[in-house]
């Protein structure tokens, strides 16, 4: 095989189906402790109108072929060659109906990319979305080849007791030499990308699930042994989400068996292999001391996302890489609703579009922009994106908008009904939501084609006389490449308040197909206040003039939760960017008398929601801000951030710590449920705001919080705060978070380096190379990259340091990861792509070390496309 990777872009429009397709595939693991053998038998059939001479193509990456057969026979070595580095080419002629048998061997021990067969922690086990199965045996790894598989593994008993695979276990038993082996038989056709397989000393435990037709499912958990006190809450979210999914969509389980495994090194969060799903640890294993709320939320719709994926998925799967988003988009869109329905919907909302404006609109305003159905790709890897999760989930969510919860569950009916057991397209699925309707859904595949986030202007007027209400609203989106976008096709839900609050007319929503579209409202009694884009209603940027008189109005007001909240967040980020601007010009900063008065108002409300309540007190994020200023400024930014919280805090401080002890929980007795989680919430972002104070007594309050703490929740939030502020009580607390919990829990460590890399102190560099070359540092753990080197670049005003430290810094790792894990180094050097966007130090410096990435010898090409996308 050819050294060099050659960088190869694939494009979405040279899709053809193969002229052979493999109908069964049958495998032999032979696992050893130094090497493991693969044998494969794959049952091929060449396709009705293929031509007979046809030669027939297989994947194969890094593989050591040792032997290669035809129905029984040897192949010469004339009869085949790699045409490409990863592409092996049988000549034809061939049979109509063959079967082809394979021999190679494979290092899991020394796969450091985590993708095919490999060894985590004492773990062997397989990842393969997206194009990881070539890197386990000779495959047409590609998701339209749809195969039913059948697996044997061997291995040593002692060191490997568990051995898994999709499906059923057919059989099992001893063997000489202290070895076993188990078969499986999965009876669902499935793309490769789906297969698993994983051989271990593994912990679990077992439930089972009775479907309403009243099968009876065996569901197990695996850990290391450790750890399998921490599945409980993953086993109850999984049952949660499979009644869930027949309550909803109608969609029950379909093997007899669920199993879920949880390893230490993983590139993503979860997989969705078939009945074998395969978590990071961190996406499953919870408990009170090592895992916060909102790690217990996110474990619950993760195990609900990876279980959804049977149907949306698996079943009816992708035709292509570049359909992924249907069902990516399609999945966090069913997990979204699950958790919605399982703990607060506006909360849930709330956290859903922050993701989105903190994290996909920088994506889709930035040289890595591209649509939620992508046109090419060099690595699959890089493109699961938030893009095409995120986005690709409220474009799902604009089709429930529209056409209302029954339409599509119709959709969804006749999309299972047409597409079950193929591989289909985000056109396909578009289809089946327009049938099922009777409605013309085709200008809709503009948010398939097109990426940019659309602006929205919303202009309203009023005639008293006639009593007419006129909404003029008007859409722009700048493509990446320049140009205009041609409109979209969206929703737009609106309210309209009555001066007492309460609503004049029923919500509407109203369908925006057009740039300019008017929309008149004929019989409205007096002047609404509009609640515009209640909820969200469309992964738009809304503009539309208003005071800060009506922004209080709409947070004491509207009805719509999220668009309560929305009003508090418009208020703090004008107070803040105006605070910047005079960072800037060297004027001096402003407190907005009315905004301390509104967050004054929400603080003294005990009658809301306290989860809803802790939110409306929360700033923006940084990205989120940054998003809005026209170039980034991190230190005018940070510090206009920081001096607003300093000064709310300083004009509320009583209240504050008032508020702070009234939701202090009882030490002797753990709660969590949805009442416990809003008092801490709250409490902690009381302590949020103190701690910007920074003064003795309230860092004594955290370090009081961070030594007595009964949940990990509690002690993030006080060890967060005091990384801040460096000194006495922060050096304490952290040494504590290190003894207590840290030291011996993988999970807890990353937590801990997380806190200290996102702290922004004037060490924070330093800081960071400090943990770096801690002891139990790893770099060949993502999990622990991760939250070093992505907390750090979070770190706005010191990653972003004007002197090019910090990215220098980071590249330095980049380069380091790249050698053994590309997509996870491809991953954080994303973070340097946004370089447009900066003043012009710091998009020097970010080019620069873009530059040095694209002009070093031997980077992967999953690396290197990022290079190259955001220099181009
Ligand atoms: N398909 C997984 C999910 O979103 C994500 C994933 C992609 C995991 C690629 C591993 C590798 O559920
Ligand atoms: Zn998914």
Redo the contacts with the bound molecule.
């Keep these: 095989m050819a050294e060099k990777k050659a960088l190869k872009e694939k494009f979405r429009r040279d899709y053809t189906p193969t002229n052979y397709f493999v109908e069964q595939v049958n495998l032999l693991f032979q696992v050893f402790e130094d090497c493991t053998k693969v044998s494969s038998s794959l049952k091929v059939k060449r396709r009705d109108g293929a031509p007979e001479n046809a030669p027939f193509q297989l994947d194969g990456e890094g593989l050591t072929l040792q032997s290669l057969s035809i129905d029984g026979e040897t192949l010469p070595p004339s009869r085949y060659s790699w045409v490409e580095e990863d592409l092996l080419e049988i000549s034809g002629p061939l049979p109509s109906s063959f079967v082809l048998q394979s021999l190679v061997t494979t290092k899991p021990e020394e796969n450091t990319q985590l ?1 095919g067969l490999y060894k985590s922690s004492s773990i062997y086990c397989t ?4 194009e ?1 199965f070539r890197r386990i045996t000779l495959m047409q790894d590609r998701p339209d080849i749809m195969a039913t598989y059948e697996v044997r593994i061997e291995a040593d008993k002692e060191s490997c007791p568990v051995l898994l695979s999709n499906g059923n276990m057919t059989e099992n038993g001893d063997l000489e030499n202290g070895r076993h082996f188990a078969t499986y038989n999965d009876p669902f056709p499935k793309p490769s ?1 789906l297969f698993a397989m994983v051989a271990g000393d593994l912990g679990f435990i077992r439930d089972t699930f009775v479907t309403r037709s009243e099968k009876v499912v065996a569901l197990n958990m695996y850990s290391e042994h450790n750890n399998v006190k921490k599945l409980y809450h993953a086993m109850d979210s999984l049952k949660k989400a499979m009644r869930w999914d027949e309550e909803t969509f109608g969609l029950e389980y379909d093997l007899d068996i669920f199993n879920v495994v949880a390893v230490n090194d ?7 292999n078939k009945s074998l799903n ?1 978590f990071n640890t961190s996406c499953v294993l919870a408990s009170p001391e090592t895992a916060t709320d909102a790690d217990y939320e996110r474990i619950q719709g ?1 195990i609900a ?2 279980y959804f ?1 049977n149907w949306t ?1 698996n079943r009816v799967t992708c035709r292509d890489w570049f359909q992924l988003t249907l ?2 988009g399609l ?2 869109f069913r997990d979204q609703q699950f958790s919605m329905d399982m703990t607060s919907a506006a909360v849930k909302r709330i956290e859903d579009v922050n993701v989105v404006r903190s994290m996909q609109f920088p994506e889709d305003n930035g040289p890595m922009a591209h649509p939620i159905r992508p046109e090419s790709y060099i690595a699959m ?1 890089n493109f ?1 994106t938030v893009t095409v ?1 995120r986005k690709g989930a409220e474009v799902i969510r604009m089709y429930h908008t529209l056409l209302g919860k029954e339409g599509f569950r119709k959709g969804m009916d006749l999309y299972f009904q047409r597409h079950d057991g193929s591989a289909v397209t985000c056109d396909d699925f578009r289809r089946a939501m327009a049938d099922a309707n009777g409605v013309d859904l085709t200008q809709f595949e503009r948010w398939y084609l097109q990426a940019g986030t659309p602006v929205v202007r919303c202009e309203a007027k009023y005639d008293v006389e006639a009593k007419r209400l006129s909404l003029l609203l008007k859409q722009s989106c700048r493509t990446p490449q320049g140009g205009d976008a041609l409109p979209f096709h969206m929703p737009i839900r609106v309210g309209f308040l009555a001066q007492d609050g309460s609503e004049l007319l029923p919500e509407r929503v109203l369908e925006l197909k057009e740039a300019s579209q008017e929309f008149v409202i004929e019989n409205v009694n007096s002047k609404p206040v509009l609640s515009l884009l209640r909820g969200f209603s469309a992964p738009i940027k809304l503009e539309y003039e208003r005071d800060d008189e009506e922004l209080a109005f709409l947070m004491a007001h509207d009805k719509d939760s999220f668009n309560r909240w929305e009003a508090g967040q418009l208020m703090f980020s004008r107070t803040i960017h105006a605070n910047a601007k005079a960072m800037q010009a060297g004027q001096a900063m402003q407190l907005n008398a009315k905004l301390v008065d509104a967050v004054r108002r929400t603080l003294l409300d005990t009658s809301l929601d306290k989860s809803l309540q802790a939110y409306a007190l929360t700033l923006p994020n940084l990205q989120n801000l940054a998003e809005s200023m026209e170039i980034v400024d991190p230190d005018a930014l940070v510090d206009a951030y920081k001096f607003t919280k300093k000064e709310i805090a300083r004009s509320l401080r009583d209240h504050l710590l008032k508020t702070y002890e009234a939701n202090l929980l009882p030490e002797d007795s753990f709660r969590n449920d949805a009442e416990a989680i809003g008092m801490r919430r709250l409490k902690n972002v009381c302590l949020g705001y103190l701690a910007a104070l920074g003064d003795k007594e309230v860092l004594d309050v955290c370090l009081k919080q961070a030594l007595t703490a009964n949940c990990m929740t509690d002690l993030v939030a006080a060890a967060s705060c005091l990384a801040a502020n460096p000194g006495e009580q922060s050096d304490k607390a952290l040494e504590h978070f290190y003894q207590q919990h840290a030291k011996d829990d993988n999970l807890v460590f990353c937590k801990w380096i997380a806190i200290q890399a996102a702290a922004c102190t004037d060490q924070a560099l330093e800081i960071v190379d400090k943990l770096f070359k801690h002891p139990s540092f790893t770099i060949k753990n993502p999990n622990i990259c991760r939250s070093l080197f992505i907390s750090f670049a979070g770190n706005m005003k010191h990653f972003h340091r004007a002197d090019g430290s910090g990215h220098r810094w980071l590249t330095d790792r980049i380069l380091e990861l790249d050698k053994l894990n590309p ?1 996870t180094a491809a991953k954080i050097l994303t973070k340097l792509a946004g370089y447009k966007r900066f003043d012009a130090p710091r998009q020097a410096s970010m080019k620069a070390q873009l530059e040095r990435v694209r002009n070093t010898e031997g980077v992967s090409k999953d690396t290197m496309e990022i290079a190259i996308r955001a220099l181009a």
């Design positions: 993708s990842q393969c979305e997206a990881g990308y993983f590139n993503m969060g979860a997989m969705e395969i993760i996302h990876e994926h998925g069902k990516e999945t966090v890897d699961y999760y997509q």
